[in-house]
């Protein structure tokens, strides 16, 4: 063969083979068909301890997702190489109700290399798995799939599969299903791994370190939602995506460096002197992206499901008027108003009221004044505000510290702080920094 044609048939197989492979990992596959009806949405319920909030959130806002709940059942974690497990004591009663969709989910975190193809370990987890599966039956009431969470490097996925294809076979006919990460779909692995389950769950939302840096952190970037979603498609396994409804506190030092991450109030590093920044899922972006896939969306793409069902006291998660708002893909909003509350002849409480249906940021700063002749006799702020007398009369508050600002729920309220005066007076509250 001439050495010209030889060249054009060598880049006519390195084109052919690049294209071949461009086609394996979805990138020039043609459109997924579309999808246009309802989705269904269903919400995670994570807590180890189902206490009486979560037993209230599961009567009163379960109800809402019309594809159930899926409950964290069980835990599986490595310790020094040995397999511990946690079973979560799940209020079968309310899983059993009305709803038979309510599904049931196995966490397992990271295992150490050497035992990812040990017969002892797939054995363990087929015994948490049996132990599971019985304990609600027992509370009367059958999952309407097991959801495999697994927490795998990328390049372990064909261990992963092995793991699913064990577990489908025991578990059968209950549908197994798994959490995927969207760096997974860059592995040859994925596909056979997705097509050993009954589908899987894209998880779209994640911590990195430097974007809880930057300057307009987020936990889910909707514009590669939205991709993810398209190429998730392309492997022909019905999923859906997990949506984050939490956020958490970032703590920074001086210079603006990630310290750690507080998921929960009370944690030490609060106090440790860092900095602390909200990071959290933002409402109207996410209620823009349910709207978007109610419009159009990959035909495999069978719904949402949120992390997490909200439960009054968890501080770091959506109130329930906000994720109610974003389900139906309409932005919530937030209406606060600070208001002059007498609680007796002389004595004013400054509170904020939230008649939205979107957390609100307590003001940094409010000045109260009063007609008359009264004088302060004596005054004090509330949930992070500090107070000090004008010059003119009348009293500023300031919020106290660069940490985040105190939120007020929707249709809730908070006190910011109070003053005594030395005789009744008609008090005006005015916000001069909402920040």
Same mark, same amino acid.
């Not at 791994?193 to 589908?199: H, Q, Y």
């Not at 809880?212 to 979603?229: F, M």
């Given at each position: 063969?001439?050495?010209?044609?030889?060249?054009?048939?060598?880049?006519?197989?390195?084109?052919?083979?690049?294209?071949?492979?461009?086609?394996?990992?979805?990138?020039?596959?043609?459109?997924?068909?579309?999808?246009?009806?309802?989705?269904?949405?269903?919400?995670?319920?994570?807590?180890?301890?189902?206490?009486?909030?979560?037993?209230?959130?599961?009567?009163?806002?379960?109800?809402?997702?019309?594809?159930?709940?899926?409950?964290?059942?069980?835990?599986?974690?490595?310790?020094?190489?040995?397999?511990? !497990?946690?079973?979560?004591?799940?209020? !079968?009663?309310?899983?059993?109700?009305?709803?038979?969709?309510?599904?049931?989910?196995?966490?397992?975190?990271?295992?150490?290399?050497?035992?990812?193809?040990?017969?002892?370990?797939?054995?363990?987890?087929?015994?948490?798995?049996?132990?599971?599966?019985?304990?609600?039956?027992?509370?009367?009431?059958?999952?309407?799939?097991?959801?495999?969470?697994?927490?795998?490097?990328?390049?372990?996925?064909?261990?992963?599969?092995?793991?699913?294809?064990?577990?489908?076979?025991?578990?059968?006919?209950?549908?197994?299903?798994?959490?995927?990460?969207?760096?997974?779909?860059?592995?040859?692995?994925?596909?056979?791994?997705?097509?050993?389950?009954?589908?899987?769950?894209?998880?779209? !939302?994640?911590?990195?370190?430097?974007?809880?840096?930057?300057?307009?952190?987020?936990?889910?970037?909707?514009?590669?939602?939205?991709?993810?979603?398209?190429?998730?498609?392309?492997?022909?396994?019905?999923?859906?995506?997990?949506?984050?409804?939490?956020? @958490?506190?970032?703590?920074?030092?001086?210079?603006?460096?990630?310290?750690?991450?507080?998921?929960?109030?009370?944690?030490?590093?609060?106090?440790?002197?860092?900095?602390?920044?909200?990071?959290?899922?933002?409402?109207?972006?996410?209620?823009?992206?349910?709207?978007?896939?109610?419009?159009?969306?990959?035909?495999?793409?069978?719904?949402?499901?949120? @992390?997490?069902?909200?439960?009054?006291?968890?501080?770091?998660?959506?109130?329930?008027?906000?994720?109610?708002?974003?389900?139906?893909?309409?932005?919530?909003?937030?209406?606060?108003?600070?208001?002059?509350?007498?609680?007796?002849?002389?004595?004013?409480?400054?509170?904020?009221?939230?008649?939205?249906?979107?957390?609100?940021?307590?003001?940094?700063?409010?000045?109260?004044?009063?007609?008359?002749?009264?004088?302060?006799?004596?005054?004090?702020?509330?949930?992070?505000?500090?107070?000090?007398?004008?010059?003119?009369?009348?009293?500023?508050?300031?919020?106290?510290?660069?940490?985040?600002?105190?939120?007020?729920?929707?249709?809730?309220?908070?006190?910011?702080?109070?003053?005594?005066?030395?005789?009744?007076?008609?008090?005006?509250?005015?916000?001069?920094?909402?920040?």
């Amino acid at each position: 063969m001439p050495s010209s044609l030889r060249w054009i048939a060598l880049g006519t197989a390195g084109l052919l083979a690049a294209l071949a492979v461009s086609y394996a990992f979805g990138w020039l596959r043609p459109a997924a068909p579309r999808a246009t009806s309802p989705m269904q949405q269903s919400a995670y319920v994570w807590q180890r301890s189902w206490s009486d909030p979560v037993q209230r959130a599961m009567r009163e806002r379960a109800p809402a997702f019309d594809a159930g709940v899926v409950a964290l059942g069980a835990e599986i974690a490595w310790r020094d190489g040995v397999l511990q !497990h946690v079973q979560v004591p799940l209020g !079968h009663a309310l899983l059993a109700g009305d709803a038979p969709t309510n599904g049931i989910a196995l966490r397992i975190g990271p295992c150490p290399k050497e035992l990812l193809r040990d017969d002892a370990t797939i054995a363990s987890i087929l015994q948490v798995t049996r132990e599971m599966l019985a304990s609600a039956r027992a509370g009367g009431w059958e999952p309407s799939e097991l959801q495999l969470d697994f927490d795998s490097a990328t390049s372990r996925l064909d261990d992963y599969r092995r793991w699913v294809e064990a577990i489908a076979a025991e578990v059968k006919p209950v549908p197994v299903t798994l959490t995927v990460l969207p760096t997974w779909m860059s592995s040859p692995a994925f596909g056979p791994l997705v097509r050993a389950s009954a589908g899987f769950v894209l998880q779209v !939302h994640s911590v990195e370190k430097a974007a809880l840096e930057s300057d307009a952190p987020s936990l889910c970037d909707a514009a590669s939602a939205v991709s993810w979603t398209e190429r998730a498609a392309h492997f022909g396994v019905p999923f859906r995506v997990a949506l984050p409804t939490y956020g @958490y506190l970032a703590m920074l030092d001086d210079d603006g460096k990630l310290r750690g991450l507080v998921a929960e109030t009370g944690s030490p590093l609060l106090s440790a002197g860092a900095r602390a920044r909200l990071v959290s899922a933002e409402p109207r972006a996410m209620a823009d992206l349910v709207a978007h896939w109610s419009r159009s969306r990959p035909e495999g793409m069978q719904g949402i499901i949120w @992390y997490r069902l909200p439960v009054d006291g968890d501080r770091l998660n959506w109130a329930w008027p906000t994720l109610s708002r974003v389900m139906a893909g309409e932005a919530p909003a937030a209406q606060l108003a600070v208001r002059a509350v007498p609680i007796d002849d002389a004595v004013i409480e400054l509170v904020a009221e939230n008649s939205g249906d979107l957390d609100a940021a307590a003001p940094a700063i409010l000045e109260v004044s009063w007609t008359g002749g009264a004088t302060v006799v004596g005054a004090d702020g509330l949930a992070g505000m500090e107070w000090r007398r004008q010059d003119g009369g009348g009293v500023r508050f300031e919020r106290a510290s660069a940490e985040p600002a105190l939120r007020v729920a929707p249709r809730g309220s908070r006190v910011l702080g109070w003053v005594r005066l030395s005789s009744t007076a008609e008090v005006k509250v005015d916000v001069i920094d909402e920040r």
